[in-house]
């Protein structure tokens, strides 16, 4: 059934995208920022906002930022993006993947702190051995996106590397 609300929002025109978006999202949707856009970014804002929405379990709508950060990655801009701890930064870099399924995104983070914080890892009974099937972005898991951070600590078994364990 969701994969059905899904792919419906795939094949919606603006107008309906404008519609559904007011139906649904009443007064939540940034529509002053929206009406600003092109007609393509228009629809992949409405779709971005729908699409979080609806796989968050009707709890997150896409803010300006948010919106804005996204529509430059997926207009070939490189983005900055500067806020606090929590602020939802991490949806900016989702929300591209979400509107071009099957795309590939490489995120590079010096931060292996944050990658611990964010990646669930399996551990086996072994203490000193990661078992690791793939790994996790646990908000990335949220919308349906494999992920898997790489670091000094990802193993080097070559299963690892099987597209069947990346993909779930």
């Not at 996790?136 to 690892?160: F, H, M």
């Amino acid at each position: 059934m969701l994969s059905l609300v899904l792919t419906a929002l795939f094949n919606l025109s603006l107008d309906t995208l404008h519609e559904v978006a007011h139906e649904t999202l009443h007064d939540k949707i940034p529509l002053e920022y929206v009406s600003t856009l092109s007609n393509q970014d228009q629809t992949d804002a409405l779709r971005a906002c729908l699409l979080v929405y609806i796989l968050s379990s009707s709890t997150i709508i896409p803010r300006i930022f948010q919106l804005q950060a996204s529509l430059a990655t997926l207009n070939g801009n490189d983005t900055i993006i500067t806020a606090g701890t929590g602020c939802g930064k991490t949806l900016c870099l989702l929300i591209p993947l979400l509107l071009r399924p099957g795309t590939i995104s490489l995120t590079i983070s010096p931060l292996k702190r944050l990658q611990t914080t964010q990646v669930r890892l399996c551990h086996s009974s072994h203490a000193s051995h990661w078992c690791v099937l793939y790994l996790q972005v646990t908000e990335s898991r949220k919308y349906g996106i494999s992920t898997i951070a790489i670091n000094e600590d990802t193993p080097s078994d070559p299963a690892l590397w099987q597209v069947s364990y990346l993909v779930y």
